[in-house]
């Protein structure tokens, strides 16, 4: 690939080559066109420059598109009404289930608006517990978020990771968990990384090398594993793993078995499929054991006991299974069935000295209780649809703890006893939002090559089927990745509104397994934009809404799925609401980790036949001049370096200069925050209100629909 720039774009600032974007009332954005050739083909970037995170023009235009943005969302007449129904119905106490570390007895609270969840713990009393870690003290604007803590064996000693205005690298610290004092200096440059202590010695974890250029957004493709020892300085860490040229893995991380006698390692080049190692840490300079040495399928260590190794695999079982194997004689060939492989995806847990499968039907969950030689025990009696999680501690624990929820129900702790096999509430949420007043209903409808897809559809009782009802399309399909029912209180705002939510399981997902995955992949990922297609076309055919109620909402690859689907068909809906979204798909694999992403997408320079699949459907490169697209509010983060900002910035570019119709394109740039995890609840309800809010305005409505939460006047 050749790159050449208009070098008279940066004489001065004068030359005519530099175009702007002056349409409407848009701010400016100058064209510095940059021509990359692939096979031949020159493709013409105009806004390279806006990947610079560095710059101050980058910096600049952000400014100006937030401007512009704010004074138009701030002529809603009922986005603060919006704001403060979601403050309201947000202010509710939610916990987490208890869990047992040495002397404590540990669990997470907010008590309803905090920024981030507390730690607490006690030794005898639940009615005396004590604030172990605040994340909210770590800095002002609650932007600095607890991304993970693991305890030591015995749980003297924990180790900690924070994220700072949601970046994925993360620093560690290491804490005395009797006196809560810090023990040693903070480790830095940890990025996509678990912490696995070996006895109370140090611990294993993962990074990359600081990039040399912008930490956001340089690419970073040689994981690396590390031991720390405690009371050594960092740059003294072991390398384990990793570092070789000859062969670079972009996601490298460690497990140790319970009793501490193994390392295991997983290496993998993308998101889909794993080399496994092992190793035994009882025994000096002991060798590196192969036990998968490729990458077609994904493994990890669920559990040991004494030398027996229990791994969950999709090797010859693409809906995945679990088998256990003698660590000293770990490869493949050896492995054993434990529960073998259905016709359902199965998701595994252990606690209380038993295994607890966990089978998606039709994205909703189905539970059953196994004992380690694999004798199903049977079904466990759920609350009810929708979907089970946890089931999960230690072996000698007496109970476990599962949640309950699904699109209309809060989400709800249970727990259950494996001997008796029964279920007991343990907290349910005190919130201002009744279930029994929504519904939810699971419907079935075919893609464009006759494919099923299912949907779940809800909704408040009651609602009339007239084809005039705000309703929101949400979708995702991809990295193997299963939506199955939750509760959302931005979600239970919007149905108050008589809005319905509505969710399709797409292909590229892994509500069906392996199979469902790969066939939303590469040269099929035109498939999850037909299923999605399709879904809104069920909605408006059945007259749950219409094409001028409709808007289509996703993130990150869920935000490729609606810059997708509004280039290909924007006469499908009023509004669009990509999120932090992949957009340019010719330069996604040049970014931080993206590389890492090919399984699901290809690049572009596989192949001149992948080069044209992807820039058919690259969001970037498929807006057109005199289309008229619908309602657009692009959401993005300044510290998003997981899929950079960049690709948001030149898609919002490209809609504001092409735009034929009067319908906004706008962008709203999160300042100080990342991907999602760990974005504080103020910065979560402010964007909720804006997009809901601009939703329904974009809809035609002037007053919100219903009086549900409107305050009297006067």
Not at 296 to 306: A, E, T
Not at 430 to 452: A, C, H, M, R, W
Request: charged share 20%; glycine share 8%; hydrophobic share 35%.
């Amino acid at each position: 690939m050749r790159h050449s720039i208009f070098l008279s774009c940066f004489i001065l600032g004068l030359s005519t080559a530099c175009q702007t974007t002056e349409k409407k009332d848009y701010p400016s954005t100058a064209k510095k066109p940059v021509t990359d050739t692939y096979f031949g083909q020159d493709i013409i970037d105009n806004y390279r420059w806006l990947e610079d995170d560095l710059s101050d023009e980058t910096a600049a235009w952000v400014a100006d598109q937030n401007k512009h943005t704010f004074d138009q969302l701030d002529n809603i007449p009922f986005r603060t009404t919006f704001k403060e129904r979601l403050e309201a119905l947000w202010n509710y106490e939610k916990i987490s289930a208890p869990f047992q570390e040495g002397n404590y007895t540990y669990y997470y609270k907010n008590t309803g608006l905090q920024n981030q969840y507390t730690l607490y713990r006690y030794a005898d009393d639940p009615m005396v517990a004590e604030v172990f870690l605040d994340p909210n003290r770590f800095s002002e604007e609650g932007t600095t978020s607890l991304a993970g803590i693991q305890f030591s064996k015995d749980g003297s000693l924990a180790a900690f990771a924070i994220s700072e205005g949601g970046s994925d690298w993360r620093k560690v610290i290491v804490m005395d968990t009797d006196t809560k004092k810090i023990i040693e200096d903070t480790l830095t440059n940890i990025k996509f990384s678990g912490i696995e202590w070996l006895e109370n010695k140090g611990f294993f974890y993962s990074s990359y090398d600081r990039p040399k250029g912008s930490e956001l957004s340089e690419k970073t493709d040689q994981h690396k594993l590390y031991y720390h020892a405690l009371g050594s300085p960092q740059n003294q860490d072991k390398l384990v793993y990793g570092g070789t040229e000859e062969e670079k893995n972009r996601y490298v991380n460690a497990q140790v078995t319970e009793d501490g006698k193994y390392l295991l390692i997983a290496a993998a080049v993308s998101t889909s499929g794993n080399k496994l190692y092992l190793k035994n840490l009882t025994e000096d300079n002991a060798p590196l054991l192969p036990m998968v040495e490729n990458y077609s399928g994904d493994h990890y260590l669920l559990d040991s006991k004494d030398d027996t190794l229990y791994l969950v695999t999709n090797h010859q079982a693409p809906n995945q299974r679990l088998v256990r194997v003698d660590a000293k004689q770990p490869s493949i060939q050896n492995w054993e069935d434990v529960i073998p492989h259905q016709d359902q995806v199965l998701q595994v847990s252990h606690g209380a000295g038993y295994l607890f499968a966990r089978y998606m039907i039709d994205a909703t969950s189905k539970v059953f209780q196994y004992d380690y030689a694999g004798n199903n025990l049977g079904p466990i009696d759920l609350p009810g649809i929708g979907t089970a999680g946890g089931f999960s501690g230690k072996a000698d624990d007496e109970q476990v703890y599962y949640r309950f929820t699904n699109y209309a129900t809060p989400s709800t702790i249970y727990t259950y006893d494996p001997d008796t096999r029964k279920s007991s509430l343990y907290w349910a949420p005190n919130i201002d939002f009744s279930p029994l007043n929504y519904t939810s209903e699971q419907v079935f409808f075919s893609s464009k090559d006759g494919t099923k897809i299912p949907m779940m559809i809800t909704y408040k009782k009651g609602l009339e089927r007239n084809g005039k009802n705000p309703t929101i399309l949400y979708g995702y399909g991809g990295f193997n990745i299963s939506l199955t029912p939750s509760f959302s209180v931005q979600n239970a705002v919007w149905m108050e509104q008589g809005g319905i939510y509505a969710v399709p399981n797409l292909r590229g997902g892994g509500e069906y397994g392996k199979a469902w995955h790969n066939a939303g992949t590469k040269m099929k990922k035109q498939n999850v934009f037909d299923d999605f297609i399709a879904a809104a076309e069920y909605l408006i055919a059945e007259n749950y809404t219409s094409s001028d109620y409709l808007a289509i909402r996703g993130g990150s690859n869920g935000g490729l799925l609606v810059g997708a689907t509004m280039t290909q068909r924007p006469d499908l809906m009023r509004v669009a609401l990509p999120a932090v979204g992949v957009l340019d798909m010719l330069r996604y694999h040049t970014f931080t980790a993206g590389a890492g992403w090919a399984y699901d997408y290809g690049t572009a320079e596989d192949s001149e036949e992948m080069f044209n699949y992807l820039k058919g459907y690259s969001p970037v490169h498929n807006v057109r001049e005199g289309v008229n697209y619908p309602a657009t509010l692009i959401t993005t983060a300044d510290h998003d370096d997981r899929v950079v900002p960049a690709h948001s910035f030149k898609f919002a570019a490209e809609l504001q200069d092409k735009q034929a119709g009067e319908a906004p394109v706008l962008i709203r740039i999160e300042t100080n925050a990342g991907h999602g995890a760990g974005t504080p609840v103020s910065k979560r309800i402010e964007q909720a209100a804006d997009i809901f809010s601009f939703s329904l305005y974009q809809m035609g409505y002037r007053v919100l629909p219903e009086k549900t939460f409107q305050k009297p006047k006067g």
